[in-house]
């Protein structure tokens, strides 16, 4: 390493998971802004969903260089984007708690992180919410969705939940707010806002920071939109 570059890493943190210049934050300014053009904002049906963003361009990017080329700082820097997005669109008075999707335990083996968790931790951070890494537990090994028709999806997520080591000792005694990295069809929030009404604990919503759209929900063209 030459010194200048020596220079450069003592007085920046990071460098930007996208274009690899040196940045105080996980992403630089540039980076920021185009990543932004995918900001949208909103409530879906049955749980109410706030999503981020859409899943395209910049956005996909980031989160591809977050979960597939080991970047598992910028889900902190996502997950204050996302706490701002509810602060500002936040409805319920009452203080949910956080509590992540979890991932097939295999896969995060693998990767070494879960994105939900750190996401759903950075953005319980920033918006002062109580926070539960271990509500959920994903007890069936799910073939990857992308795959799969909205159908097949509902079908194959049916039981892939089950209470987590945390709400098995003791329930919850708040309404639950889910956070996940990827909203393709529903079929993932569904299952677990099942599970969990099974057991009478209420879900207030659900926080996502992307969504993906409408066209890419058929199963024959579909590319990998969601890692379970
Ligand atoms: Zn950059």
């Known amino acids: ?12 943190k990071y460098s930007c998971a996208l274009c690899r210049q040196s940045a105080d934050e996980p992403l630089c300014p540039t980076c920021q802004t185009k990543v932004q053009q995918q900001r949208r904002l909103l409530p879906k049906k049955s749980v109410e969903v706030l999503a981020w963003g859409n ?3 910049d956005l ?3 989160i591809a260089a977050l979960k597939y080329r080991n970047n598992p700082q910028v889900a902190e820097l996502f997950g204050h984007w996302l706490g701002d997005a509810w602060l500002k669109n936040k409805k319920n008075k009452v203080r949910p708690l956080v509590v992540p999707i979890p991932m097939n335990p295999s896969k995060r083996r693998d990767r070494g992180f879960d994105q939900a968790e750190l996401l759903a931790r950075s953005f319980s951070h920033y918006t ?3 926070y539960c890494a271990q509500g959920l537990e994903r007890i069936k090994q799910t073939e990857a969705l992308y795959n799969l028709d909205p159908r097949q999806r509902q079908h194959t997520m049916q039981d892939a939940f089950a209470l987590g080591p945390a709400f098995r000792r003791r329930r919850p005694q708040r309404p639950i707010l889910l956070v996940d990295d990827i ?3 529903g079929s993932t929030a569904r299952a677990a806002t099942k599970m969990l009404r099974k057991h009478g604990i209420s879900v207030q919503g659900m ?9 890419t929900h058929k199963a024959s063209t579909a590319k990998p939109a969601s890692t379970p």
């Open 183 to 185: 909203f393709t069809t």
């Open 207 to 215: 926080v996502v920071l992307a969504v993906t759209p409408r066209k």
């Open 55 to 57: 899943y395209g361009k």
């Open 60 to 62: 996909r990017s980031a």
């Open 1 to 12: 390493m030459d010194w200048w570059q020596g220079f450069l890493n003592l007085v920046f």
């Open 128 to 130: 002062h919410l109580p």
